[in-house]
């Protein structure tokens, strides 16, 4: 038996591929729940878990060897986000069983309220009934993400959201009052057509309702959804970078005038509310995935499950854990997402504990890349720790590029 | 054969007037080949001429033909390029001639480079026969096209013979009036060897091929030959004809026409227009009219990936080989890195060469703006050449200057007269004449600079005639000029490779057009870029490339950390593809941006 303190703490994600519909900008893996049996699914989900952190933890060696047992051996989940798609848009009980599942695993000889494990459960408002809310709650989930997007019903519409603000509020409300104190809510800013003013107003009024987490996020008009046709094809206007950057700005500057802090390019928490799964993947951390289109970072590889719910459900049913996309992490390879990851949050990099794990000279290196941005205002340096400004964040892809 | 017997003969037509069709149909006609072996086609065997439907090289072919009145014939069908750049092959074909077939689309009239080639062909004697092409279509005019050729090219156009290559109607007639109307060759068969070459080919088993017209004396197998201009000998291994498949002979006689296999490392060794003598018995005087063809046009060449110099430099080797009007010496440019600055004859050989670079030989290349030549006087009295704007003296040292100027001939109807005189004034044109060919269209004649007509000429003319004119131009002379070098500056630093030689009446309007167009070109960059445009130290044109303000990936799904790096890396690699000046990163296009500025925009 492994002891305790020798026990690595990993994040735990668990993917509900289903939605009531696609909204026009997503290019995510989720699917129109209809379709599926759903039960199915959280059961094959169930399954992988126990094989890959269950008691019998029994993960088939891939052809290249890549992925073995000891990629397993010794992690323990600090963190569980269940995530989509949209998590509860499945039945409450099938949702509460899978919740239940996971606790069984994650703290088997314990108590679940007496942990201290960040449980997160994405959702979207139209479907967060009292007894759904209610249920979550006492099923031991302790952060709720909320994806609100748009606090104008013409965004809301635009964006093929099945929900308009009013609803969302109501949500909202409804679970503040079922005890959760731990909420984020999602926007999106730069859409077609959306003023400064108007995404002022979105923040403003988000604000108000002192969630305890927000993130924000640039749109991303991905190939192949229905918004980027639309703007393709100039039926909607396409945005505007300088208005975009100008928004980014705004963002940071009202969010942290309100008391958050900007601890993420999109990312704002009031203090110590930071969340703590998201954290651990911009440290390069370890976690496990589980579900469809699931990614994984364990010693030494990464690998992501197969998007097709069939295929996904029929491989687990028989016994077997064989993700579809392995590769193999190089130490080199490590300190390169290090610093991309890294450079993500607010406190960037410290060049001394990457220096302690991959060697003073490669970090040197990639640390000697950045210097340029130094000049130009896009990076900061001080003693040792290496942090991307206000600025240099919403400039990133530029300056991450480069240290590839 | 008898010499007497004997007609040499070429065709002389506007690009899509029917040339390859009559052609075609004169193979068949004479049995030369059967229509199985009848590829659409015969002659032109490049891919790139099919696409272009332009002739680049020219060949020969021998045709037997019995006549109506049972004499027979040995006809020679030689080709000519077809394009204004080839000017000087066209020429030492028709040289090579006696006579020549006038094809005339009969719905269009006749065209600015058949009225060249026709008056080139009048210039070297040949007897002209007019052939009304098309005369099938229900638009054709063929009196009409009859007149246009009795009043501008001063021919007896009553003979005229009308003909549609394509039904294959007058076809006979053609042959019977090659074997009537045109003389036989005059050439004294017992004085010294004299051929003409007047085109050549680079086989990789054979070497150099030359294709000759035997004006004196006789071409035998074995022979060891003279070439007259360069001095080189070689011993003829091969000798043949085209019937049109290579056929092998003993010798060609006085009159005849064929080619030449003898060993010759390149086209160098039998450059076209030189003059094959016997070297045991040469020749007192060569054939005139051979002259060093020199380039006209010239630009830059690099590979887009610096380690693809040495290919590139393999390949430019290997297409000189068979091309001698292909020069090229080595160029470093601070902004691209080492490459080559080539000559070319024209735009044409230009685009062909840079075609063939990329398509057989794979090469990803960058190409500079092209130029002339100019003739530069300094202050301390020394004349220089420059052929790149690099290598433009200061501005105060120059003195004078000298840039070379074309005869450009256009045909147009009437109502756009106007039209092509507005395009010849905004191109620095002099005017020279303009005539009616016909009630309804014109020729208009202008003195313009080369380096005007480079860029967009062509384009404008079309465009601005909705296609109905035609162009050809002639080199004329160097004239004075008042030009000047025009800087860009990206970010303070000055672009070698974007430099320009203009006049100085249009300096302004294309460092306006260069600089809007190049701040539409370069992406924004993580700092303000100032680009800017300049003679000597004096800025007359100015714009700033904003610093980028957004570039993220606003979300990182669920730990999907590969699909970040994936685009990242596709970021990355866009950026290898720029060419770095200094701090910004520059698209290879920006460097032909100068092809695209109209002096307005």
């Given at each position: 038996?492994?002891?305790?303190?020798?026990?690595?703490?990993?994040?735990?994600?668990?993917?509900?591929?289903?939605?009531?519909?696609?909204?026009?900008?997503?290019?995510?893996?989720?699917?129109?729940?209809?379709?599926?049996?759903?039960?199915?699914?959280?059961?094959?989900?169930?399954?992988?878990?126990?094989?890959?952190?269950?008691?019998?933890?029994?993960?088939?060696?891939a052809?290249?060897?890549?992925?073995?047992?000891?990629?397993?051996?010794?992690?323990?989940?600090?963190?569980?986000?269940?995530?989509?798609?949209?998590?509860?848009?499945?039945?409450v009980?099938?949702?509460?069983?899978?919740?239940?599942?996971?606790?069984?695993?994650?703290?088997?000889?314990?108590?679940?309220?007496e942990?201290d494990?960040?449980?997160?459960?994405?959702?979207?408002?139209?479907?967060?009934?009292?007894?759904?809310?209610?249920?979550?709650?006492?099923?031991?989930?302790?952060?709720?993400?909320?994806?609100?997007?748009?606090?104008?019903?013409?965004?809301l519409?635009?964006?093929?959201?099945?929900?308009?603000?009013?609803?969302?509020v109501?949500?909202?409300r409804?679970?503040?009052?079922?005890?959760?104190?731990?909420?984020?809510?999602?926007?999106?800013?730069?859409?077609?057509?959306?003023?400064?003013?108007?995404?002022?107003?979105?923040?403003?009024?988000?604000?108000?309702?002192?969630?305890?987490?927000i993130?924000c996020?640039?749109?991303?008009?991905?190939?192949?959804?229905?918004?980027?046709?639309?703007?393709?094809?100039?039926?909607?206007?396409?945005?505007?970078e300088?208005?975009?950057?100008?928004?980014?700005?705004?963002?940071?500057?009202?969010?942290?005038?309100s008391?958050?802090?900007?601890?993420?390019?999109?990312n704002?928490?009031?203090?110590?509310?930071?969340?703590?799964?998201?954290?651990?993947?911009?440290?390069?951390?370890?976690?496990?995935?589980?579900?469809?289109?699931?990614?994984?970072?364990?010693?030494?590889?990464?690998?992501?499950n197969?998007?097709?719910?069939?295929?996904?459900?029929?491989?687990?049913?028989?016994?077997?854990?064989?993700?579809?996309?392995?590769?193999?992490?190089?130490?080199?390879?490590?300190?390169?997402?290090?610093?991309?990851?890294?450079?993500?949050?607010?406190?960037?990099?410290?060049?001394?504990?990457?220096?302690?794990?991959f060697?003073?000279?490669?970090?040197?290196?990639?640390a000697?890349?950045?210097?340029?941005?130094?000049?130009?205002?896009?990076?900061?340096?001080?003693?040792?720790?290496?942090?991307?400004t206000?600025?240099?964040?919403?400039?990133?892809?530029?300056?991450?590029?480069e240290?590839? | 054969m008898?010499?007497?017997a004997?007609?040499?003969?070429c065709?002389?037509?506007?690009?899509?007037?029917?040339?390859?069709?009559?052609a075609?149909?004169?193979l068949?006609?004479?049995?030369?080949?059967?229509?199985?072996?009848?590829?659409?086609?015969?002659?032109?065997?490049?891919?790139?001429e099919?696409?272009?439907?332009?002739?680049?090289?020219?060949?020969?072919?021998?045709?037997?033909?019995t006549?109506?009145?049972?004499?027979?014939?040995?006809?020679?069908?030689?080709?000519?390029?077809?394009?204004?750049?080839?000017?000087?092959?066209?020429?030492?074909?028709?040289?090579?001639?006696?006579?020549?077939?006038?094809?005339?689309?009969?719905?269009?009239?006749?065209?600015?480079?058949?009225?060249?080639?026709?008056?080139?062909?009048?210039?070297?004697?040949?007897?002209?026969?007019?052939?009304?092409?098309?005369?099938?279509?229900?638009s054709?005019?063929?009196d009409?096209?009859?007149?246009?050729?009795?009043?501008?090219?001063?021919?007896?156009?009553?003979?005229?013979?009308?003909?549609?290559?394509?039904?294959?109607?007058?076809?006979i007639?053609?042959?019977?009036?090659?074997?009537?109307?045109?003389?036989?060759?005059?050439?004294?068969?017992?004085?010294?060897?004299?051929?003409?070459?007047?085109?050549?080919?680079?086989?990789?088993?054979?070497?150099?091929?030359?294709?000759?017209?035997?004006?004196?004396?006789?071409?035998?197998?074995?022979?060891?030959?003279?070439?007259?201009?360069?001095?080189?000998?070689?011993e003829?291994?091969?000798?043949?004809?085209?019937?049109?498949?290579?056929?092998?002979?003993?010798?060609?006689?006085?009159?005849?026409?064929?080619?030449?296999?003898?060993?010759?490392?390149?086209?160098?060794d039998?450059?076209?227009?030189?003059?094959?003598?016997?070297?045991?018995s040469?020749?007192?005087?060569?054939?005139?009219?051979?002259r060093r063809?020199?380039?006209?046009?010239?630009?830059?060449?690099?590979?887009?990936?610096?380690?693809?110099?040495?290919?590139?430099?393999a390949?430019?080797e290997?297409?000189?080989?068979?091309?001698?009007?292909?020069?090229?010496?080595?160029?470093?440019?601070?902004?691209?890195?080492?490459?080559?600055?080539?000559?070319?004859?024209?735009?044409?050989?230009?685009?062909?060469?840079?075609?063939?670079?990329?398509?057989?030989?794979?090469?990803?290349i960058?190409?500079?703006?092209?130029?002339?030549?100019?003739?530069?006087?300094?202050?301390?009295?020394?004349?220089?050449?420059v052929?790149n704007?690099?290598?433009?003296p200061?501005?105060?040292?120059?003195?004078?200057?000298?840039?070379?100027?074309?005869?450009?001939?256009?045909?147009?109807?009437?109502?756009?007269?106007g039209?092509?005189?507005?395009?010849?004034?905004?191109?620095?044109?002099?005017?020279?004449?303009?005539?009616?060919?016909s009630?309804?269209?014109?020729?208009?004649?202008?003195?313009?600079?080369?380096?005007?007509?480079?860029?967009?000429?062509?384009?404008?003319?079309?465009?601005?005639?909705?296609?109905?004119?035609?162009?050809?131009?002639?080199?004329?002379?160097?004239?004075?000029?008042?030009?000047?070098?025009?800087?860009?500056?990206?970010?303070?630093?000055?672009?070698?490779?974007?430099?320009?030689?203009?006049?100085?009446?249009?300096?302004?309007?294309?460092?306006?057009?260069?600089?809007?167009r190049l701040?539409?070109?370069?992406?924004?960059q993580?700092?303000d870029?100032?680009?800017?445009?300049?003679?000597?130290?004096?800025?007359?044109?100015?714009?700033t490339?904003?610093?980028?303000?957004k570039?993220?990936?606003?979300?990182?799904?669920?730990?999907?950390v590969t699909?970040?790096?994936?685009?990242?890396?596709?970021?990355?690699?866009?950026?290898?593809?720029?060419?770095?000046l200094?701090?910004?990163?520059?698209?290879?296009?920006?460097?032909?941006?100068?092809?695209?500025?109209?002096?307005?925009?």
């Amino acid at each position: 038996m492994t002891s305790v303190d020798r026990l690595e703490p990993c994040g735990l994600y668990i993917h509900i591929p289903f939605c009531l519909r696609k909204c026009s900008y997503c290019d995510f893996v989720s699917y129109r729940i209809s379709s599926y049996d759903t039960a199915r699914y959280c059961s094959a989900v169930v399954r992988e878990m126990q094989l890959v952190l269950g008691s019998s933890r029994r993960i088939s060696v891939a052809d290249d060897g890549l992925l073995s047992q000891a990629s397993i051996e010794g992690l323990r989940p600090t963190t569980v986000y269940i995530g989509g798609g949209t998590p509860t848009v499945l039945p409450v009980e099938q949702l509460g069983a899978l919740i239940t599942s996971i606790w069984r695993v994650v703290v088997p000889h314990q108590d679940y309220s007496e942990c201290d494990i960040e449980f997160t459960v994405e959702a979207n408002p139209e479907t967060l009934s009292e007894e759904y809310l209610s249920e979550l709650r006492r099923l031991g989930v302790n952060r709720l993400s909320i994806g609100l997007q748009s606090t104008m019903d013409k965004y809301l519409s635009m964006l093929g959201r099945p929900h308009s603000f009013d609803e969302f509020v109501k949500s909202y409300r409804l679970a503040v009052q079922s005890g959760f104190h731990n909420i984020s809510v999602d926007l999106i800013y730069g859409l077609p057509g959306q003023t400064l003013e108007e995404w002022r107003e979105d923040l403003s009024r988000v604000v108000e309702l002192t969630p305890s987490h927000i993130s924000c996020y640039a749109l991303t008009l991905s190939d192949g959804t229905a918004l980027s046709e639309e703007v393709r094809s100039f039926r909607l206007p396409e945005p505007q970078e300088d208005l975009v950057a100008d928004m980014y700005h705004d963002t940071v500057s009202v969010l942290t005038e309100s008391g958050y802090c900007h601890y993420e390019i999109s990312n704002f928490a009031a203090p110590g509310m930071e969340c703590k799964h998201n954290m651990n993947y911009w440290l390069n951390g370890y976690y496990v995935g589980l579900g469809v289109a699931a990614h994984a970072h364990l010693r030494g590889v990464r690998y992501a499950n197969t998007a097709e719910v069939e295929r996904y459900i029929n491989r687990v049913e028989a016994g077997i854990f064989m993700p579809e996309h392995v590769e193999a992490v190089s130490p080199a390879r490590e300190l390169s997402d290090s610093f991309i990851l890294g450079l993500r949050t607010a406190r960037g990099v410290n060049l001394k504990e990457l220096a302690e794990r991959f060697g003073e000279a490669p970090v040197a290196e990639l640390a000697g890349r950045l210097e340029r941005f130094v000049d130009i205002g896009l990076v900061e340096s001080s003693e040792g720790q290496i942090r991307l400004t206000e600025q240099g964040m919403i400039l990133s892809n530029e300056i991450m590029a480069e240290v590839l | 054969m008898d010499q007497s017997a004997i007609r040499n003969f070429c065709i002389i037509a506007h690009i899509d007037h029917g040339k390859s069709t009559l052609a075609d149909r004169i193979l068949e006609n004479t049995g030369t080949v059967s229509e199985r072996e009848m590829t659409n086609q015969v002659l032109d065997n490049m891919d790139l001429e099919r696409e272009r439907g332009i002739t680049i090289k020219l060949k020969s072919v021998r045709l037997e033909y019995t006549s109506r009145e049972g004499a027979k014939y040995l006809f020679n069908l030689i080709d000519t390029p077809g394009h204004v750049d080839f000017s000087y092959e066209v020429s030492r074909s028709l040289a090579a001639c006696e006579g020549a077939l006038l094809v005339v689309d009969a719905t269009q009239g006749i065209e600015a480079q058949t009225l060249a080639t026709a008056y080139m062909a009048m210039e070297h004697d040949l007897t002209l026969i007019p052939v009304i092409n098309k005369i099938d279509l229900p638009s054709a005019d063929p009196d009409r096209v009859k007149q246009e050729i009795e009043d501008i090219l001063g021919l007896d156009a009553s003979e005229a013979l009308l003909v549609s290559a394509k039904t294959g109607q007058g076809v006979i007639e053609v042959l019977e009036a090659i074997a009537n109307r045109i003389p036989p060759p005059t050439g004294d068969p017992a004085s010294q060897l004299r051929a003409l070459i007047f085109d050549s080919h680079y086989d990789s088993y054979r070497g150099a091929i030359a294709y000759v017209r035997v004006v004196d004396g006789v071409l035998t197998k074995g022979m060891r030959i003279r070439m007259m201009a360069t001095g080189k000998e070689f011993e003829v291994t091969e000798l043949g004809v085209f019937r049109p498949f290579m056929d092998h002979v003993d010798s060609l006689k006085t009159g005849e026409v064929g080619f030449v296999v003898a060993s010759m490392r390149d086209v160098k060794d039998c450059l076209v227009g030189d003059t094959i003598t016997d070297a045991q018995s040469p020749a007192p005087e060569p054939l005139p009219g051979y002259r060093r063809v020199k380039p006209m046009v010239y630009c830059g060449l690099y590979p887009s990936e610096n380690n693809d110099y040495g290919e590139l430099r393999a390949a430019l080797e290997k297409l000189q080989l068979n091309d001698s009007a292909l020069a090229f010496e080595p160029e470093t440019s601070a902004a691209l890195g080492y490459g080559f600055r080539c000559g070319f004859l024209g735009l044409l050989h230009m685009e062909v060469v840079q075609e063939r670079l990329e398509r057989e030989y794979d090469l990803d290349i960058v190409t500079t703006a092209p130029n002339v030549t100019y003739q530069v006087v300094t202050a301390d009295g020394q004349e220089i050449e420059v052929d790149n704007p690099a290598k433009w003296p200061e501005s105060v040292k120059v003195l004078s200057v000298r840039e070379p100027f074309v005869r450009v001939s256009v045909v147009a109807p009437k109502d756009y007269v106007g039209a092509v005189m507005d395009v010849f004034t905004e191109k620095r044109g002099v005017y020279r004449e303009m005539n009616f060919i016909s009630p309804e269209r014109a020729i208009i004649v202008y003195d313009t600079p080369l380096s005007e007509i480079l860029v967009d000429f062509f384009d404008m003319v079309k465009s601005r005639t909705r296609g109905y004119a035609s162009i050809d131009y002639e080199f004329d002379s160097y004239r004075e000029s008042d030009l000047v070098k025009l800087e860009i500056l990206i970010n303070g630093r000055p672009v070698d490779a974007l430099s320009v030689i203009v006049h100085r009446d249009k300096a302004q309007a294309m460092g306006r057009g260069l600089v809007s167009r190049l701040r539409k070109i370069i992406p924004r960059q993580m700092f303000d870029v100032p680009i800017q445009a300049a003679i000597g130290s004096r800025v007359i044109a100015r714009e700033t490339i904003k610093a980028k303000r957004k570039d993220v990936l606003a979300k990182c799904y669920g730990g999907d950390v590969t699909r970040k790096r994936k685009l990242l890396e596709r970021q990355k690699e866009g950026k290898k593809r720029m060419k770095q000046l200094g701090n910004v990163e520059v698209p290879q296009d920006a460097f032909m941006a100068v092809l695209r500025v109209d002096g307005d925009e």
